[in-house]
């Protein structure tokens, strides 16, 4: 098989010009998101993984959306517009200038098929670099209804028949069109022009490349995936499928690379989670975008993390919240009931539960009190506090910033902190207690009396 980076040149054609009006949403159906990327992104990563030197992306009139996004996850990507809907041979042909600036290997992918594997792709690549002029992805079908179907001839693929052109001995094929296609970029352009639209649906399509090769003596090969991975999304519960069937990959991927994982149906990963090895993660943990979580780090049950940091056997959870620019030290301890964001927090620091920390710096070793809080914004801009090595928080404790705690400073339980508060000093903030004896007795009787009237 080719190495997935070839020496040959590859140019990735991806057509996201699909309207997915069965997906009912505003956004457009290639711009969903599975494990915490649109669809579009995915295939995008899968083709340039598997060697693509540039990328055209063909997407509908009108859809500057799509094609922002395209650009967002591919910066080189040049966009083409499919103003008619004639097919996807036609769609193809729309990046005719790309595909002039003559390329070894052109591989045509689709947006909502966010399942395929850079391997596959590289597969396709390596049956055009055995002297192929189309290689076709194929899959084995448990239900062959209204997927086109591989007509074969010993091991030369003779055609691909849609559904609705097939004849009734054609359709018991199983051997199915996953829709994905390489072409050799030599040919590709005399292949792609000599296709007709004498079908049901008088649309060009790009499985007649088969046709055409054979026409002008070139050979087609296949190559065949499960049919998981080739699965498309075209409605919310086939999005759904696709998430579960993507959780399982990085789920899987991460264990053998050292994760452990306790419940792993209950953990959900995104696709950028970096995550090293004996790392322990328990139940009911969410991973959003930009987590990373060293060596030996305990993540525990119920707990959200999100563009965050965890360093060396840190503790985090349960019920725990990390929001974007949370970065725990080495050895450090986050609680039951703790939010943290934007906050660095230091080696050995325990921020044990019921706590708020926003904009802030926490010295090693720190210690931060239940109930403690940073009162970070004044409805306007957003403040620094910082807690110096060694520090400690008293319980209920607001910190109102700017401020900064020396280290190794005392705040005393249930304090409003307003102003700087030296190393190794104590700051206490809350009012003075006032002890009434006998107030309780003469209160319970007054109260009774107003009852009686």
């Given at each position: 098989m080719t190495e997935m980076h070839s020496p040959r040149t590859c140019l990735a054609i991806v057509l996201a010009a699909g309207e997915g009006k069965r997906m009912k949403s505003e956004l457009p159906k290639v711009l969903h998101k599975v494990a915490g990327r649109s669809m579009l992104a995915h295939v995008l990563a899968g083709v340039a993984a598997a060697g693509a030197d540039r990328v055209a992306v063909v997407v509908g009139p009108g859809r500057e959306d799509v094609a922002n996004a395209a650009s967002g996850a591919n910066a080189e990507a040049r966009i083409f517009v499919q103003n008619d809907r004639l097919g996807t041979a036609h769609a193809v042909l729309c990046a005719r200038k790309a595909i002039e600036q003559g390329f070894d290997d052109i591989i045509v992918a689709f947006a909502d098929t966010p399942l395929v594997q850079p391997q596959t792709f590289a597969r396709l690549r390596g049956k055009l670099a055995d002297g192929a002029a189309v290689a076709a992805l194929g899959f084995e079908a448990a239900d062959p209804t209204g997927y086109g179907r591989f007509i074969m001839h010993g091991d030369s693929l003779e055609a691909i028949r849609e559904h609705k052109d097939a004849a009734p001995g054609e359709l018991k094929i199983a051997t199915c069109n996953a829709g994905i296609m390489a072409l050799a970029g030599k040919s590709a352009l005399q292949l792609l022009e000599s296709i007709g639209n004498s079908n049901a649906q008088q649309e060009y399509y790009?499985?007649?490349?088969?046709?055409?090769?054979?026409?002008?003596?070139?050979?087609?090969?296949v190559v065949i995936a499960p049919e998981t991975e080739v699965m498309g999304v075209n409605d919310r519960v086939q999005l759904?499928?696709?998430?579960?069937?993507?959780?399982?990959?990085?789920?899987?991927?991460?264990?053998?690379e050292g994760v452990?994982?306790?419940?792993?149906?209950?953990?959900?990963?995104?696709?950028?989670?970096?995550?090293?090895?004996?790392?322990?993660?328990?139940?009911?943990?969410?991973?959003?975008?930009?987590?990373?979580v060293s060596e030996g780090a305990i993540i525990k049950a119920s707990s959200h993390l999100e563009g965050a940091r965890i360093g060396k056997n840190a503790s985090v959870g349960p019920f725990a919240r990390l929001r974007p620019g949370a970065k725990i030290g080495e050895k450090a301890k986050i609680g039951n009931f703790v939010e943290i964001k934007a906050a660095d927090i230091g080696m050995g620091a325990a921020?044990?539960?019921?706590?708020?920390?926003?904009?802030?710096?926490?010295?090693?070793?720190?210690?931060?009190?239940?109930?403690?809080?940073?009162?970070n914004y004044d409805g306007f801009r957003k403040y620094i506090t910082e807690v110096g090595a060694g520090a400690f928080i008293g319980s209920n404790s607001s910190l109102v910033a700017p401020v900064k705690i020396g280290d190794g400073a005392y705040?005393?339980?249930?304090?409003?902190?307003?102003?700087?508060?030296?190393?190794?000093?104590?700051?206490?903030?809350?009012?003075?207690?006032?002890n009434k004896p006998g107030w309780a007795i003469a209160f319970r009787a007054a109260a009774i009396e107003r009852k009686k009237k």
């Open positions: 790009l499985t007649d490349a088969v046709g055409a090769a054979r026409l002008h003596g070139l050979a087609s090969g759904a499928a696709a998430e579960k069937l993507m959780q399982g990959l990085l789920r899987e991927n991460a264990m053998r452990t994982m306790i419940d792993p149906d209950s953990v959900f990963l995104c696709f950028d989670t970096k995550l090293e090895r004996d790392v322990l993660i328990e139940p009911n943990v969410f991973f959003g975008p930009g987590v990373e921020v044990s539960h019921l706590t708020y920390l926003g904009d802030a710096r926490i010295g090693a070793k720190a210690n931060i009190g239940a109930g403690t809080i940073t009162c705040v005393g339980s249930g304090s409003v902190v307003t102003e700087d508060v030296a190393a190794d000093a104590l700051a206490v903030a809350r009012g003075r207690q006032a």
